[in-house]
């Protein structure tokens, strides 16, 4: 999954599971339904798959496994095989009906998904029928006008009124959300997690300029991804960093163990060229692992191959506290130039200029 997807994808569960009753009666039409439990969503297969939602529910005449798959565009495999294969393993796992659901998110997708997967022949029948809710065809007014904090995110990607603008659509979700009645926590993340699906049909300029500052920077979703990003950089370079350093430590300590001839010798040498190496080799690790991670924020919020363009001046900068400062600096910064010029002028904490 591209990191891109990843941040819809954990927007979307983070929204979805924090607001699963709202999510539960929009997708089934209805109030007469209640959550009573948020399952463990994860498939023990060979290639684990982390469902969107699944929920155990009470409906009018049954309890029942409401399972809901959110799409940004259209799968790659049919959607009905996947959501047969879903059927059948949450039948097994939870012994009770399972109903489940398609989401579609860009406006374009799902157009071709008729909630429907049959087939028969020798005696032998299967039928799938499943939901599928594509957002361009929520009237999207209602919603604001429900004011249901759950769903407000999801707006911009739904119909907007008759003659209105897409711009000025845009802006009356974000009017709406923030005066939605929550707690200022849950209004900023509703808010984040609207700039992130807005993403999905606007310029992100736009977004930026509607949304109040510093929302998506602080949001739990951004957050989780320089996480990620941080640790398996920081993961790779550091066993980068201790294999060529166990090496270099080994040659290091080989030639100072021969040239005193001694076994002893040999074995101090080694010793000594292993720990000098393993000292060079965390610090290279740390290095490395501070630099992609510098990468990939700015990659996120800039031109990919603007960003690689700089991968040569940050790897020339010995000094791992400017990194440091430099990779504090990425997700704040307004342009990549910018950025450019906090890393040709030095410290990039010493001026707010060009700071978001």
């Known amino acids: 999954m591209s990191d891109m997807a990843q941040y819809y994808d954990n927007a979307v569960k ?3 599971l924090e607001h699963a009753q709202e999510f539960a009666e929009f997708m089934v039409g209805h109030s007469d339904i209640k959550v009573l439990e948020k399952l463990e969503t994860e498939q023990p297969t060979l290639k684990a798959h982390q469902n969107d939602s699944t929920l155990k529910v009470q409906l009018p005449n049954e309890t029942a496994i409401f399972h809901t798959e959110v799409q940004t565009d259209d799968s790659r495999k049919p959607m009905w095989y996947r959501l ?8 097994n796992l939870h012994e009770m009906p399972v109903y489940c659901n398609v989401l579609y998110l860009h406006p374009n997708a799902g157009r071709n998904d008729n909630g429907y ?5 020798m005696g032998y029948e299967y039928t799938l029928r499943y939901k599928v809710i ?10 604001l006008e429900k004011q249901t904090p759950g769903l407000l995110p999801f707006t911009p990607l739904m ?3 008759e003659g209105m603008d897409s711009n000025r659509w845009l802006e009356e979700c974000i009017d709406a959300t923030v005066s939605a009645d929550t707690d200022q926590q849950t209004r900023d993340i509703l808010l984040a997690a609207l700039g992130i699906f807005g993403g999905l049909v606007y310029e992100p300029q736009l977004i930026k300029q509607f949304l109040p500052e510093g929302i998506m920077q602080e949001s739990p979703f951004f957050q989780h991804i320089i ?18 350093g166990i090496k270099d430590g080994k040659e290091q300590g080989m030639e100072q163990g021969m040239e005193q001839g001694m076994e002893q010798g040999m074995e101090q040498g080694m010793e000594q060229g292993m720990e000098q190496g393993m000292e060079q080799g965390m610090e290279q690790g740390k290095k ?3 630099i992609q991670s510098i ?31 430099l990779l504090l600096a990425a997700p704040q910064v307004n342009s990549l130039e910018t950025f450019m010029q906090f890393l040709t002028n030095g410290n990039a904490t010493e001026s707010g200029n060009g700071l978001k």
């Open 134 to 143: 594509r957002l361009i065809r929520i009237e999207g007014q209602s919603i």
């Open 117 to 121: 997967y049959a087939y028969k022949g």
């Open 227 to 244: 996480q990620e990003a941080t640790t398996e950089a920081k993961k790779e370079a550091y066993k980068e960093g201790m294999e060529q």
């Open 288 to 290: 490395k692992g501070t």
């Open 14 to 16: 983070y929204v979805m």
């Open 159 to 161: 119909k907007s009124p």
């Open 295 to 325: 990468m990939a924020l700015l990659e996120k919020q800039f031109q990919p191959d603007a960003v690689q363009v700089l991968e040569p001046a940050l790897e020339g900068i010995d000094d791992l506290q400017r990194l440091r400062e």
């Open 84 to 91: 047969a294969g879903y059927n059948g393993f949450l039948i």
